[in-house]
């Protein structure tokens, strides 16, 4: 049995971590707060366009471009979205695992030099760096700053060679946000732009609240079932009878950039997000830990300081029965 100079040193380590945990659950829980506010400011903009543009090339038979035909893959990118730093459960590993599982697809059919990474986010950078891939760019500050413009570049670098057919298919691998206690780990066509998605995409989200209780998610979970069933229609156009001013590749060409510009940004607010609700989330069960392990030190401390105590009251009346 450990001492109690043992015991107590324990408590105060357990008690020193519980403090860092604690801290560092309050801090995600803040910086979620901001990520879900970022999501809320452009979520309206970006479901509108999404839904205006599929459901334009839905209603017009001939408004097809070469960003919304599918084509034979030859080569193939893979734009996936991680954190820079740790102490965030599964999130950054479960990323790398879909990544891998994507890379193993394509290179049965097109082989894994074909296949080229676009890593946002240290972790998956120095992943993909260490198993010699096909790595193009180091984009790790978008992961801690979301930034629009850079995302326009991402687009545009990717947009450019989709078309000039050096790339044949561009997915997205990132963390979809539904709440605090809720994240999907999503695989998405980018390019080409697939215009049935909209049936499949959700944009059911909690963006106020940061608890993730147990009853929290399993009530989510109910709710985002209800709501998939609800969405099981076909795809109707905002309007049978468009009118093209002043020519359909004027209206295309500013509407699909804008479209694959917000496609990325989303995501990677969506990834933000889900980090920061990960960390919280971990945070918050290494703290319950914590507070477990220091009640059941508490009462080990208590039980050898009892016992400490009889051993001297017996040592003392058996020393005065001897006397």
């Known amino acids: 049995m450990p001492s109690l100079k043992e015991i107590k040193g324990r408590i105060a380590s357990v008690n020193s971590t519980r403090k860092i945990t604690s801290a560092m659950k309050m801090v995600a829980s803040s910086k979620l ?37 599918p084509r034979p893959v030859k080569k193939a990118a893979l734009v996936v979205f991680t954190s820079n730093s740790s102490l965030c459960g599964g999130f950054n590993a479960n990323t790398i695992k879909m990544m891998m599982h994507a890379i193993d697809d394509y290179a049965e059919k097109i082989g894994r030099e074909n296949v080229e990474i676009y890593p946002i986010g240290r972790k998956v950078y120095e992943k993909a760096k260490k198993l010699g891939l096909n790595v193009r760019g180091d984009f790790s500050a978008l992961a801690d700053k979301p930034n629009v413009n850079q995302c326009i570049e991402i687009a545009m670098e990717l947009g450019g060679k989709f078309y000039d057919g050096e790339i044949d298919k561009v997915e997205l691998i990132y963390h979809h946000f539904k709440s605090a206690g809720s994240q999907v780990l999503t ?48 795809v109707k156009p905002l309007n049978d009878n468009f009118i093209v001013e002043p020519d359909m590749d004027t209206v295309l060409s500013q509407l699909l950039p804008k479209y694959a510009h917000l496609m990325l940004y989303t995501a990677l607010l969506d990834s933000n997000a889900s980090e920061h609700a990960a960390r919280m989330v971990a945070m918050q069960t290494a703290t319950d830990n914590a507070d477990e392990l220091l009640r059941q030190l508490n009462l080990q401390y208590n039980k050898s300081r009892q016992q400490a105590i009889t051993n001297e009251l017996l040592d003392i009346v058996g020393g005065s029965v001897n006397n």
């Open 187 to 234: 695989r998405k066509t980018f390019l080409p732009i697939d215009i049935e998605s909209e049936l499949k995409a959700d944009h059911e989200r909690d963006l106020t609240s940061i608890i993730a209780t147990k009853e929290s998610q399993e009530y989510l979970k109910k709710r985002g079932e209800r709501q998939t069933e609800r969405q099981q229609e076909e």
């Open 33 to 69: 707060h901001h990520a879900q506010v970022a999501i809320q400011n452009m979520l309206p903009y970006e479901t509108m366009l999404e839904h205006i543009l599929k459901s334009f090339l839905a209603a017009e038979a001939e408004a097809h471009t070469v960003f919304d035909q």
